[in-house]
């Protein structure tokens, strides 16, 4: 973790569709440079908290800022701050390499000039230039999963969320891939991410655990296991969700 900004600030974040309370009162701070682990069973409010932060749902109450922008009021500069990386990773099958990166550029706002050079220095940084005309269905899953990544930080935003993005893939690529999370957040990017991986929670700098619509827990990964008693996280997760 690289310093106590705070990127995104919550407190009282509460969402309602009807009688049911998706999320409750939320309250938590994330840091510059942090990996924040966000976990909990399904159903328990992630998707929910996760949408109304990348400002594609409004809350019922509370307030929240993402990158300093108010849910509320600023959710196109909120848009423009971040990147985001779903468990499918977001890539058109049908589309080459290049082609999703020149699409996706343009989705987050790069044009002309700019969004060429930044779409070939991706490639280069990747060492694909020789697949730049391969369509994404014919890559290996590990890569698909390091483009989609890649593109999801084209833009140079200040937070990525990362949306279960080891989904499907094995050990090796997901270790790999948290060597490039690791590497990100050195230079002072902020990594939200959500993951059913019990063992890549022990990853996080901080992790928050849901349990119908609330936040538990909320700490260190070793805070969390000598308070619980844990040996591991997903012991503590058992323990939470009993």
């Given at each position: 973790?690289?310093?106590?900004?705070?990127?995104?600030?919550?407190?009282?974040?509460?969402?309602?569709?009807?009688?049911?309370?998706?999320?409750?009162?939320?309250?938590?701070?994330?840091?510059?440079?942090?990996?924040?682990?966000?976990?909990?069973?399904?159903?328990?409010?992630?998707?929910?908290?996760?949408?109304?932060?990348?400002?594609?749902?409004?809350?019922?109450?509370?307030?929240?800022?993402?990158?300093?922008?108010?849910?509320?009021?600023?959710?196109?500069?909120?848009?423009?701050?971040?990147?985001?990386?779903?468990?499918?990773?977001?890539?058109?099958?049908?589309?080459?390499?290049?082609?999703?990166?020149?699409?996706?550029?343009?989705?987050?706002?790069?044009?002309?000039?700019?969004?060429?050079?930044?779409?070939?220095?991706?490639?280069?940084?990747l060492g694909l230039e020789k697949e730049k005309k391969?369509?994404?269905?014919?890559?290996?899953?590990?890569?698909?999963?390091?483009?989609?990544?890649?593109?999801?930080?084209?833009?140079?935003?200040?937070?990525?969320?990362?949306?279960?993005?080891?989904?499907?893939?094995?050990?090796?690529?997901?270790?790999?891939?948290?060597?490039?999370?690791?590497?990100?957040?050195?230079?002072?990017?902020?990594?939200?991410?959500?993951?059913?991986?019990?063992?890549?929670?022990?990853?996080?700098?901080?992790?928050?655990?849901m349990d119908e619509g609330k936040i538990v827990a909320?700490?260190?990964?070793?805070?969390?296991?000598?308070?619980?008693?844990?040996?591991?996280?997903?012991?503590?997760?058992?323990?939470?969700?009993?």
């Amino acid at each position: 973790m690289n310093s106590k900004e705070k990127v995104i600030e919550v407190r009282g974040l509460t969402k309602k569709f009807g009688n049911f309370t998706a999320i409750d009162r939320l309250d938590f701070d994330v840091f510059k440079g942090e990996i924040f682990g966000f976990l909990g069973a399904n159903g328990a409010g992630k998707t929910t908290a996760i949408k109304i932060l990348c400002g594609l749902l409004h809350p019922s109450s509370g307030k929240a800022s993402v990158a300093g922008y108010d849910v509320y009021k600023q959710t196109e500069s909120v848009k423009r701050s971040i990147g985001y990386m779903s468990q499918r990773f977001s890539l058109y099958e049908d589309l080459s390499l290049y082609e999703n990166i020149r699409f996706y550029g343009g989705i987050y706002g790069l044009r002309g000039k700019f969004l060429k050079e930044r779409s070939n220095d991706m490639i280069a940084r990747l060492g694909l230039e020789k697949e730049k005309k391969t369509l994404i269905a014919d890559m290996p899953p590990g890569w698909k999963q390091k483009i989609a990544f890649s593109i999801a930080l084209i833009h140079e935003p200040k937070i990525v969320f990362l949306d279960e993005p080891t989904g499907g893939v094995d050990p090796i690529t997901r270790r790999q891939f948290w060597d490039l999370i690791y590497e990100v957040a050195s230079k002072g990017l902020t990594v939200f991410v959500t993951t059913h991986y019990m063992d890549e929670a022990e990853y996080c700098n901080r992790l928050s655990i849901m349990d119908e619509g609330k936040i538990v827990a909320l700490d260190s990964p070793d805070r969390l296991k000598s308070e619980y008693s844990a040996k591991d996280i997903n012991e503590v997760f058992v323990k939470i969700a009993r």
